[in-house]
């Protein structure tokens, strides 16, 4: 997959056949001269320090798009000031994720991925929880309450009707 970046913003992929795959136009524009001048970022890049690149970081003068193999915008990081230089993709916090930082003529911004594990665990459980719950009491207003009584009272009749044990007669 090739991918190119124009002056426009527009972000265009191209497979190994030269077939166009995809394209995509972002807040991506830059200047090439003059006072409002800054360095485009296009580059792979890997979501996770020592894995492969699985999309692309792509830069202009007043944003930054992470992108899908497949085109799709991941994220969008708005830069305070145009860089001077193409942004940096590395690992600054030491988490294992790749972070993004830019060079501008007021300073150095960094952007650090935050890793969310299990954030969809807690919505997944209340979801079964209600669920069910749900189930249950379209079941017991489907019963109705008389059959609901005279399946306790069948439960608590059978207890009744057994015969004692040798330790339970009283003497």
Do not use: C
């Amino acid at each position: 997959l090739v991918v190119v970046l124009n002056s426009k913003g527009e972000l265009t992929a191209v497979d190994e056949r030269g077939e166009h795959a995809w394209q995509e136009t972002l807040p991506l524009a830059w200047h090439h001269e003059g006072p409002a001048a800054s360095a485009p970022t296009l580059m792979p890049l890997s979501l996770h320090t020592h894995g492969p690149p699985t999309t692309v970081l792509a830069a202009g003068a007043s944003a930054a798009v992470v992108v899908s193999e497949h085109g799709r915008p991941l994220s969008t990081l708005w830069l305070p000031h145009p860089p001077v230089i193409p942004l940096i993709a590395a690992d600054f916090n030491g988490d294992g994720l790749t972070d993004i930082m830019a060079l501008t003529a007021q300073g150095l911004y960094g952007w650090a991925q935050v890793q969310r594990v299990g954030v969809t665990t807690l919505p997944a459980v209340l979801l079964t929880l209600i669920i069910a719950m749900a189930v249950l009491a379209w079941g017991a207003h489907q019963q109705g309450p008389g059959q609901l009584s005279r399946a306790v009272a069948a439960g608590t009749s059978k207890a009744a009707s057994r015969r004692l044990r040798s330790t339970e007669y009283e003497d």
